[in-house]
Nanobody
Framework: QLELVESGGGLAQPGGSLRLSCVGS????????IGWFRQAPGKEREGVSCISPGGTTTNYADSVKGRFTVSRNNAKNTVYLQLDSLKPEDTAVYYC????????????????WGQGTQVTVSS
């Protein structure tokens, strides 16, 4: 059973930054594409970003392009999502998910999911 664990969420002010981490437990994260998704209260889950297994290809939702950056360190079995220039509308639970590639990533059809980490943007 593949397990993903997110961390790094918290409270940030508008314009602030956070860095989320997604760690693979008991499996090699480097073999998988990792997607980041978020869900705000009362809203549907939204695709945020996806990074290919080798890290050579990244994808972003228009709502976060230029503000969020996805990266990975396969030696540490970790994928990161850097959140900059945060806005109140970025408030949500953020999830990472694993699959073989980023094809169709925005649809969220990933096999394995973490439990999520809360990001709250407020002054």
């Amino acid at each position: 059973q593949l397990e993903l664990v997110e961390s790094g969420g918290g409270l940030a002010q508008p314009g602030g930054s956070l860095r989320l981490s997604c760690v693979g437990s008991d499996f090699n994260l480097g073999d998988r594409a990792i997607g980041w998704f978020r869900q705000a209260p009362g809203k549907e889950r939204e695709g945020v970003s996806c990074i290919s297994p080798g890290g050579t290809t990244t994808n972003y939702a228009d709502s976060v392009k230029g503000r969020f950056t996805v990266s990975r360190n396969n030696a540490k079995n970790t994928v990161y999502l850097q959140l900059d220039s945060l806005k109140p509308e970025d408030t949500a639970v953020y999830y990472c998910a694993a699959d073989w590639n980023c094809g169709g990533w925005i649809l969220g059809l990933f096999d394995y999911w973490g439990q999520g980490t809360q990001v709250t943007v407020s002054s």
